[in-house]
């Protein structure tokens, strides 16, 4: 009981352990002086039937594939989801994400802290108007695309409602091969969940739409959804968390325990990384050991 009643008590300390671990290590790009992350998030559940679901909100710097942000929230309550205003952003970010931050509010906040944003659009939560301020047809665009491997931009911005600072950025868009269109997915899902998708869904599949405020001139389209590709390496991390580090396995159900032993383990896979780090910087061989003049000792 008393061990219990210092883990519950230990989360605070174990979260600034991890953060220690990220001074020093900044974001920028090597060679090309650009602060780039990922960011996504994952649920990690208890075992049994009872346990509690959390969520690990996660930003990792490339090329270093360092964390250079965490936090851990519940699943369920008002604005505990997946969101731009989570992460911290400093002026010159460039922050790439999944569609689950396709959200005006988010790319307003990233925008207005002096980031910049690349985001696959969640064509069901994301509206884009025309430069002009008209409607702007996404499907009527996309759909011009008819040869696999074709891809185009067009200059938009996004639709806040009045309620949202609306963003100017561009589409990018790809046409995906006959082998990648995910539609015999989506139609599986709608089924399990008994609906019946929609047809602009299934013609939305045929596509890998990204918007970008990343600038014209340093990212052309083709280098926009080269880029977006990297955010897979976000999701390789929580494959690793979750099987080497088994976040999942907490023996704990109360919320404050939960919480530090999470902390504990993201301290534990954090610190193994960076030991791999040193292990390969401090290797022995690579360089010579330099030899006194008055030691006669030979040098193998």
């Known amino acids: 009981m008393a061990l219990k009643k210092c883990l519950a008590k230990s989360g605070p300390w174990l979260l600034s352990l991890c953060q220690a671990l990220f001074e020093g290590r900044g974001p920028s790009l ?16 208890e075992p049994g039937k009872t346990g509690s679901l959390w969520r690990i909100h996660y930003s990792m710097s490339l090329p270093s594939l360092v964390c250079d942000h965490f936090l851990v929230t ?31 509010a988010g790319i307003a906040h990233v ?25 702007f047809d996404l499907l009527q ?31 990018c868009a790809i046409r995906k091969s006959d082998t990648a269109i995910a539609q015999k997915k989506l139609m599986r899902k709608a089924a399990k969940n008994g609906k019946t998708p929609k047809p602009e869904s299934l013609e939305f599949a045929k596509y890998v739409i990204v918007f970008t405020t990343f600038p014209h001139s340093r990212f052309t389209p083709e280098a926009v959804l080269d880029w977006y590709r990297l955010r897979w390496q976000v999701e390789l991390v929580f494959k690793r968390f979750k099987s080497v580090a088994q976040l999942g396995h907490l023996p704990k159900r109360g919320g404050e325990s939960s ?19 040193h292990a390969h910087t401090l290797s022995p061989l690579g360089y010579e050991i330099p030899v006194r003049r008055n030691d006669t000792r030979q040098v193998a």
């Open 111 to 135: 925008v207005k802290s002096g980031g910049h944003v690349m985001v696959r659009a969640n064509t069901g939560s994301l509206r884009f108007l025309q430069p002009d301020g008209g409607r």
């Open 30 to 45: 090597e060679g090309a002086g650009l602060a780039i992350r990922v960011v996504d998030a994952t649920t990690v559940k």
């Open 74 to 104: 519940e699943t369920e309550g008002v604005g505990i989801g997946e969101s731009f205003r989570r992460f911290p952003v400093a002026v010159g970010d460039y922050m790439i994400e999944d569609r689950g931050y396709s959200m005006a």
């Open 259 to 277: 919480k530090a032993w999470l902390y504990g383990k993201l301290f534990t896979a954090l610190l193994t990384e960076r030991l791999i780090t």
């Open 141 to 171: 665009a996309v759909c011009r695309l008819d040869r696999p491997g074709s891809v185009a931009s067009w200059n938009v911005t996004t639709d806040g409602n009045g309620s949202v600072a609306s963003v100017d950025g561009r589409i």
